[in-house]
C-alpha cells in the first residue's frame, strides 16, 4: 500500500513537472540572459514528502526537461544548459553543460528533505515549529538551484559567459551575484511560501491515511 502511494504521488509531481515546462512563461520565465524558473518547487515538495531517492529522480527529471529545452528554444545561454549548442566564440557544445543543467537539481531533491529532517530533530519535532522548517527547507533547496547553477556558469564557462552578458574582469561575478540576489531570492521565498502551503497539508495526509491503516 506504502509503495502504490509513493508511485501515485511520484507520477503527480512528474506531471506537474511536465506541465509546468510545457506551458509558456509558468515553468521558465525569461527574466534578463536567465530564466526565473518555478520547476523546482515540486522537487522540493516531493523531497521532503517523499524521501532524497525520489526527489533527485525528480530533479534529474528537471535537469532533463531543462537540457532538452535549451536544446529547442534557444536562448544567448542555451550553451550553459544544452551539450548540443555550441559555446560562444566555439563551433561545438560542451559536455560541462550536463554538470550545469543536472548536479544542481539533482541536489535539489536531496537538500530539503535533510534540512526539514534536521530541523525537525532539533526542534524536538515541535508541532508549531514545522513551518518555519518547511519554509527553510523550502528556500534553501531553491537556494540551493540558484547558487549552484550561477556558481558552476561561472567556473565551467566564464569566458562565454563574459562575452554573452558583455562583462569582464570582476563584473562578471558581480553578475553573477546580482542574479542570486535579485531573481534567485524572489525564487527562493516563492519556493519557501509554496512549500510550507502545499507540503503541509500533504504530510496531514499522509500521516492520517498511515493512523488509518493502522
Known amino acids: 500500500m506504502k509503495n502504490t502511494k509513493t508511485f501515485t504521488l511520484t507520477a503527480m509531481f512528474l506531471a506537474i513537472l511536465i506541465l509546468l515546462a510545457s506551458v509558456p512563461f509558468l515553468g521558465f520565465i525569461p527574466i534578463g540572459p536567465i530564466n526565473a524558473t518555478t520547476m523546482h518547487i515540486p522537487v522540493i515538495i516531493a523531497s521532503i514528502v517523499l524521501g532524497p531517492r525520489i526527489g533527485a529522480f525528480l530533479g534529474g527529471v528537471f535537469g532533463i526537461i531543462s537540457m532538452i529545452r535549451s536544446t529547442v528554444v534557444l536562448s544567448p545561454l542555451s550553451f550553459i544548459f544544452s551539450p548540443f549548442i555550441p559555446?560562444?566564440?566555439t563551433d561545438q557544445g560542451s559536455w560541462k553543460a550536463i554538470i550545469v543543467a543536472m548536479?544542481?537539481?539533482?541536489?535539489i531533491g536531496v537538500v530539503p528533505y535533510f534540512v526539514f529532517m534536521g530541523l525537525k530533530k532539533i526542534t524536538k519535532n515541535k508541532p508549531t515549529s514545522q513551518t518555519i522548517s518547511l519554509f527553510v527547507a523550502g528556500f534553501l533547496g531553491s537556494a540551493t538551484n540558484t547558487i549552484l547553477v550561477m556558481n558552476l556558469i561561472y567556473f565551467l564557462f566564464k569566458d562565454a559567459y563574459a562575452q554573452s552578458i558583455g562583462a569582464s574582469g570582476t563584473a562578471i561575478y558581480?553578475?553573477?551575484?546580482t542574479v542570486?540576489?535579485?531573481s534567485g531570492l524572489v525564487e527562493a521565498i516563492v519556493a519557501a511560501i509554496a512549500t510550507v502551503a502545499v507540503t503541509s497539508v500533504l504530510l496531514r495526509l499522509v500521516k492520517n491515511n498511515a493512523t488509518q491503516k493502522l
Request: no cysteine; glycine share 14%.
Open 87 to 89: 559555446v560562444i566564440g
Open 180 to 182: 542570486i540576489f535579485t
Open 103 to 107: 548536479v544542481p537539481r539533482i541536489l
Open 174 to 177: 558581480t553578475g553573477i551575484l
